[in-house]
């Protein structure tokens, strides 16, 4: 683990000002459900010295801990905004700031309806093998897995071969936006195994209007520039929205050490 420790100037005093990059998690930072490694954090250590960094991932902060952190450092003391489900949860220098229930957004009664469509649907699919949760509730969000998130690594591996020659998730998908469209509902195929499920605006763009309420803080930063780096860029892909917003510059990549050698380069670190 990257020595932490060190302080670093100031939101408002980083040599290079108003910037922040904010990083995709899965397949930017890390390997799927993989420890980040050393060398990446040494890099990002090295960036935050010059701007500001965060992170922005649809898993939850637990999730987030065991890929980003381990047990002695916490996560949220890496970042300097940590964005844990598109930023439904949110940390500001290790300090939560206000958060939003997807639960609360939708109503029980609702909610209730469209998880037992995606439970019988599922019940129902016939694909190699399945393993267990395969709805993950989550604060902003759920993230439907047809194999369940419980999969090894490799039945993830091969999962995603599968999903990818007979479309599973995206025909999964596509039946759950003719079915409950007006539920106001977006779904975004991300990771290996899965999608999500959250109210329309709710994607990762909901991160940047942290961002746009830290200007307005006493003494707070307003990022005129914001560097976004993700793998899944394309339109349905979880990265798409924020990837393409005009407030941000969109930087794909094609896994960490493609985001590594690009931090590197684009930065002069």
């Known amino acids: 683990m990257a020595d932490v420790s060190a302080s670093y100037p100031p939101l408002a005093e980083r040599p290079v000002p108003n910037t922040i990059a904010l990083f995709d998690v899965d397949l930017t930072l890390t390997i799927p459900r993989r420890k980040v490694t050393p060398e990446m954090l040494i890099l990002l250590h090295r960036l935050r010295k010059k701007i500001a960094i965060g992170y922005v991932g649809g898993s939850d902060l637990a999730k987030q801990q065991e890929q980003l952190g381990d047990?002695?450092?916490?996560?949220?003391?890496?970042?300097?905004?940590?964005?844990?489900?598109?930023?439904?949860?949110?940390?500001?220098?290790?300090?939560?700031?206000?958060?939003?229930?997807?639960?609360?957004?939708?109503?029980?009664?609702?909610?209730?309806?469209?998880?037992?469509?995606?439970?019988?649907?599922?019940?129902?699919?016939?694909?190699?093998?399945?393993?267990?949760?395969?709805?993950?509730?989550?604060?902003?969000?759920?993230?439907?897995?047809?194999?369940?998130?419980?999969?090894?690594?490799?039945?993830?591996?091969?999962?995603?071969?599968?999903?990818?020659?007979?479309?599973?998730?995206?025909?999964?998908?596509?039946?759950?936006?003719?079915?409950?469209?007006?539920?106001?509902?977006e779904y975004s195929i991300g990771g290996q195994i899965s999608f999500d499920v959250f109210p329309k605006g709710w994607d990762k763009t909901y991160c940047l209007g942290h961002l746009e309420r830290e200007a307005e803080q006493p003494g707070g930063v307003k990022y005129t520039t914001i560097h976004f780096f993700g793998d899944k860029t394309f339109p349905g892909g979880n990265d798409y929205e924020i990837f393409s917003d005009p407030r941000t510059i969109g930087h794909t990549v094609l896994n960490p050490d493609d985001t590594y050698a690009q931090i590197k380069k684009f930065f002069d670190l």
């Open 71 to 185: 047990a002695d450092v916490p996560v949220t003391s890496l970042f300097d905004f940590c964005f844990p489900e598109n930023g439904l949860t949110a940390f500001k220098m290790g300090q939560p700031l206000p958060s939003t229930s997807f639960i609360g957004w939708l109503g029980e009664e609702k909610y209730k309806e469209l998880v037992k469509f995606i439970l019988h649907y599922i019940a129902d699919l016939d694909i190699p093998i399945k393993r267990g949760t395969f709805v993950e509730f989550r604060n902003g969000m759920i993230n439907v897995s047809p194999i369940g998130r419980n999969a090894s690594v490799e039945e993830r591996n091969e999962y995603q071969k599968y999903d990818l020659e007979h479309k599973i998730r995206e025909t999964f998908v596509g039946i759950l936006q003719e079915k409950f469209k007006d539920l106001g509902l």
